[in-house]
């Protein structure tokens, strides 16, 4: 009896703190007083990152007056609060952005994001923005702004953030935790938000984006110089052979596999992320693949060694694979470029390639050494007794003596 009263009282105890934080909530939310006395029709709490959303939506020329409330931050923070017209995460974002400049003012102004590395620079959205301004009170930052929405809809992915500024330079906000979930979604016209972005979850994104990055550093950019250097130098070696052939094929097959694992998994993320672009990435990439498939057909239809045609084939599979290994490379940066913030990776890929980089030097000496030795011995076993002409001049004269 005593545990079911126990039981009883817990449940009793917590459905109340759930009431008062939910009520507490919602009071924050909608009895809040502006210092401008705007009255705004709807307002809605953000799931995360301390944030509020209050709006008036006149269907009549489809605008919206907002203000967006960001607590919890700082004098030298950064908030900002955007729709993505396009997409489902922060690259297309049409964004609102305020903090405090050197001056000490509040400077408030409009920055168009085209992907995931960005400096927040200002500039004009896709739709008409005719207000924006700011204000900084107690530990809130709030954003005033009119929109002009897109045409035809009322219903958008909302993203927003918050992040420091070092000067005039408003730095990368964190991208674990809550800002990576600050994304839903908000319809003006019937006064509903969602913690859904209505695709993929940031952390699913990321997720993938790393998966991504993982498996074409190691294929193309790590794998792919490897079977070169196994192909180049160990051949040199006769005791290598054909050993050699056979670390080259294989190291190159596995990169070839993973790397169009990697790609498919580009292929994939761009299909889910509407309006994200990195043309020169994707375009790389695309080039990369088409070269590394022609390199496994060309292995397929090699010459032997003494046809004819095989220098030719030489000439285009070493052409074609320094080509890749060298775009691959630059391809790698690329990506890490666009997974802004994974500055360890970065790091740790270029530890790999200056490693790599030091063995191939350090073996290109060696085995420059080994083929001048082998080439000096073969020619003094061909001429034992010296060569040139001289040699040859002495020795002719000792037999006509």
Wanted: with cysteine; glycine share 10%; aromatic share 12%.
């Amino acid at each position: 009896m005593d545990s079911k009263l126990l039981t009883s009282n817990l449940v009793l105890f917590s459905s109340i703190l759930l009431t008062l934080f939910t009520f507490s909530y919602g009071q924050n939310c909608s009895t809040h007083q502006f210092t401008n006395n705007n009255i705004f029709s709807t307002c809605n709490p953000l799931p995360v990152l301390n944030s509020f959303l209050h709006w008036t939506y006149y269907p009549d020329n489809h605008t919206v007056d907002l203000a967006y409330r960001h607590g919890g931050v700082t004098e030298s923070s950064w908030v900002a609060w955007a729709l993505n017209p396009v997409g489902t995460g922060m690259a297309g974002c049409q964004s609102l952005i305020a903090f405090r400049n050197s001056s000490g003012q509040i400077h408030a102004y409009t920055s168009p994001i085209a992907g995931y590395s960005t400096d927040l620079s200002e500039g004009a959205l896709s739709f008409g923005v005719p207000r924006i301004s700011a204000e900084f009170v107690g530990s809130e930052m709030i954003i005033f702004a009119t929109l002009e929405l897109p045409t035809g809809r009322s219903s958008f992915t909302q993203v927003w953030q918050n992040g420091a500024v070092s000067g005039q330079v408003l730095q990368v906000h964190r991208t674990s935790g809550d800002n990576l979930r600050s994304v839903g979604t908000v319809d003006f016209a019937s006064g509903q938000t969602s913690a859904d972005g209505g695709g993929i979850s940031a952390s699913a994104r990321q997720r993938r984006r790393n998966i991504h990055g993982v498996l074409n550093a190691v294929s193309w950019g790590v794998l792919m110089p490897m079977g070169a250097i196994f192909a180049r130098y160990l051949k040199v070696f006769k005791s290598a052979n054909p050993a050699w052939f056979y670390l080259h094929a294989g190291c190159q097959t596995v990169a070839y596999a993973v790397g169009v694992a990697g790609w498919g998994t580009g292929l994939k993320l761009g299909s889910d992320s509407v309006g994200i672009r990195y043309d020169t990435h994707r375009n790389i990439g695309i080039t990369l693949f088409c070269l590394g498939t022609l390199q496994v057909f060309a292995l397929l239809l090699r010459p032997k060694p003494d046809h004819k045609f095989r220098l030719y084939w030489n000439i285009y599979h070493h052409v074609t694979g320094y080509t890749v290994i060298i775009l691959s490379i630059i391809n790698v940066f690329e990506g890490f470029d666009a997974l802004n913030g994974q500055k360890n990776w970065k790091k740790a890929y270029i530890g790999v390639i200056i490693f790599l980089g030091a063995i191939a030097v350090l073996l290109e000496a060696i085995t420059w050494f080994i083929v001048i030795k082998r080439k000096k011995t073969s020619v003094s076993d061909k001429y034992p007794h010296g060569n040139g002409t001289n040699g040859y001049a002495s020795r002719s004269h000792d037999q006509t003596a």
